[in-house]
């Protein structure tokens, strides 16, 4: 199975940038979509971005869109996500998952179709 690990976050004064990444160690028994989620204090946690297997399809949460980008780059096994012009709303813990799938182009949307996680990074946004 494999295991994402995220790393990138930080605190950061509204308006800046952020780029996570999230690493996908272990061996896929299959391809795989990528999501990421986050969750803050008292909150749901929520999709923020999702992306498939061979990266030309994504999905944004409507308050991201325009603002932060995920890719992948599949030789390195790593996602990442670009944020930009971060809100104080956008403070949460920032999870990145991967769901396996035979499909190359579907993006796994819903949390439930997603079967690792990373432990999580915060990501601080200051006003």
């Known amino acids: 199975q494999v295991q994402p690990v995220e790393s990138g976050g930080g605190l950061v004064q509204a308006g800046g940038s952020l780029r996570l990444s999230c690493t996908v160690s272990g061996r896929a028994l299959s391809r795989y979509g990528v999501g990421w989620f986050r969750q803050a204090p008292e909150k749901e946690r929520e999709v923020v971005a999702a992306?498939?297997?061979?990266?030309?399809?994504?999905y944004y949460e409507d308050s991201v869109k325009g603002r932060f980008t995920i890719s992948r780059d599949n030789a390195k096994n790593t996602v990442y996500l670009q944020m930009n012009s971060l809100k104080p709303e956008d403070t949460a813990v920032y999870y990145c998952?991967?769901?396996?799938?035979?499909?190359?182009?579907?993006?796994?949307?819903?949390?439930?179709?997603?079967?690792?996680w990373g432990q999580g990074t915060q990501v601080t946004v200051s006003s």
């Open positions: 998952a991967a769901g396996y799938t035979t499909s190359g182009v579907l993006v796994l949307t819903t949390a439930n179709r997603y079967n690792s």
């Open positions: 992306i498939s297997w061979n990266g030309a399809n994504t």
